[in-house]
């Protein structure tokens, strides 16, 4: 069994910043792409930024230049640096990883909300 586990998410003025972490737990996997994704009520899930094994990075438009994605292998864990937050950011972050057969594990979320 593997379970993601996030931590960072809260209440945040716009304009301001919030550290992400995920973090890999139970038995043992080799992990290949760590991602984070969002959700906002009543809108689609959508991609926020994505790291591969190699550390190549991809961002979603609305975020790039904002946010940075980054992983420590070592620890299973995989992170992100959110700064200028804007109120269109809030959602609930989820973090995704997949392993070198391409199955993929999901974290239950972390809410982030952004007041104006």
């Known amino acids: 069994q593997v379970q993601l586990v996030e931590s960072g998410g809260g209440l945040v003025q716009t304009g301001g910043s919030l550290n992400l972490s995920c973090a890999a737990s139970?038995?043992?996997?080799?992990?290949?792409?760590m991602g984070w994704y969002r959700q906002a009520p009543g809108k689609q899930r959508e991609l926020v930024a994505i790291i591969t094994s190699g550390g190549s990075t991809s961002y979603g438009d609305s975020v790039k230049g904002r946010f940075t994605i980054s992983r420590d292998n070592a620890e299973k864990t995989v992170y992100l640096q959110m700064t200028s937050l804007k109120p269109e950011d809030t959602g609930v972050y989820c973090c995704?990883?997949?392993?070198?057969?391409?199955?993929?594990?999901w974290g239950q979320g972390t809410q982030v909300t952004v007041s104006s």
């Open positions: 139970g038995r043992r996997f080799s992990i290949n792409a």
């Open positions: 995704h990883m997949e392993d070198v057969v391409g199955f993929g594990y």
